[in-house]
């Protein structure tokens, strides 16, 4: 026995409990958090668009949210073209404005980056996407960190709602990347294999100071559709997300990238579910891979008992299984299509 490896431990579950396999969802759905870029290792740009389309049919997935747009002129441009122009009624591709211009732009960075993100909605884009290292590593000219409130990026907010286009903004990370490496922090395997995705604090701000500048951004303004991502950037404390939706009307969350979570404490997670159904919006934030999907329409859709979340024997994110919480059909079709159809600016 002493010879045997965590890593390489495989336990298999003698439970024996129902399976119900859901290869397609209630209805086809809209995907509201996605990559199919090159940067995520899924370069659909260099690809024919009708794979991509057989296999979004072959899960049901009717419209995806491609947020690999990007800054750059000629990434983003790239994407419209291949995707949008082939079909436009499938794709939904949102620009972003790189912050770590701010070290140059200093004061101006927010007049710029409204400027830049308006530029980009002129070519096509359809809302805009912020990325984690806001908050975390942005700095200004100064050297100073900027705060994810930080009062001069209020163009940039500003332009999104006078545009009536969405901003879906991440913003942390799982609670245990901000954590020490040690015996006790539930994600040290993910983290030995990604070490740049550890945040402790020092020197990164600690996690909730982050994610009470989101919730002092979004309630600052009022007129701005934020989506938070990963369940509202907090899927561990459902109880924080909560208060944060009851307390904006502006503020909706995705699912993506989280099922690890939610899947764990399924009576919370349902609960949070019907409470909240009018905002919260259906992501994967994984590509297009057929059995992610599946798992997530089991989860939602099904009782199902102690399951693994992920592809592999081991699942990535933790060494632990979930539990389905069964909707009820109208949540479901809510939460598929619906609500983040209200969101996207029309054809």
């Not at 990559?35 to 899924?42: A, C, E, K, N, T």
């Not at 539930?186 to 995705?197: N, S």
């Not at 559709?225 to 899927?235: D, K, L």
Request: charged fraction near 25%; proline fraction near 7%; hydrophobic fraction near 35%.
């Amino acid at each position: 026995m002493s010879d045997i490896l965590l890593k390489d431990y495989r336990p298999r579950p003698e439970l024996v409990t129902e399976t119900h396999l859901v290869n397609k969802p209630l209805v086809p759905l809209i995907d509201g958090h996605n990559h199919i870029g090159s940067q995520f290792g899924h370069p659909w740009e260099d690809r024919p668009v009708k794979e991509l389309l057989d296999l979004m049919d072959e899960v049901g997935v009717e419209v995806m949210v491609d947020l690999d747009g990007g800054f750059g002129e000629q990434y983003l441009i790239k994407h419209l073209n291949h995707f949008k122009k082939t079909a436009p009624e499938r794709f939904y591709v949102f620009g972003g404005v790189d912050m770590f211009q701010f070290e140059e732009k200093g004061n101006s960075f927010g007049d710029w980056a409204a400027a830049e993100f308006r530029k980009q909605c002129s070519w096509g884009a359809q809302g805009l996407k912020v990325w984690k290292s806001f908050g975390l590593q942005v700095k200004d000219h100064t050297g100073k960190l900027i705060r994810v409130d930080d009062r001069r990026l209020d163009p940039l907010w500003d332009t999104a709602a006078e545009l009536k286009l969405p901003a879906v903004i991440h913003v942390g990370d799982p609670a245990a990347f901000f954590r020490p490496l040690e015996a006790t922090n539930e994600r040290l395997e993910e983290l030995q294999h990604h070490p740049d995705w550890h945040f402790q604090s020092p020197p990164y701000p600690p996690l909730l100071e982050i994610l009470e500048g989101l919730r002092c951004l979004v309630k600052s303004h009022p007129r701005t559709t934020f989506i938070g991502a990963h369940v509202g950037c907090y899927a561990e404390n459902l109880g924080w997300v909560g208060s944060l939706l009851d307390e904006a009307p502006n503020f909706y969350v995705d699912i993506s990238a989280r099922l690890a979570e939610l899947g764990r404490q399924p009576y919370t997670a349902r609960e949070f579910f019907i409470k909240y159904q009018n905002r919260i919006v259906f992501g994967t934030d994984m590509g297009m891979v057929p059995g992610i999907y599946q798992n997530y329409y089991r989860f939602l859709e099904t009782y199902d008992e102690y399951f693994n979340y992920d592809t592999s024997e081991v699942p990535g994110q933790g060494r632990w299984f979930i539990y389905g919480i069964k909707l009820p059909p109208r949540v479901l079709k809510k939460v598929y299509q619906e609500n983040m159809r209200q969101l996207l600016p029309r054809p």
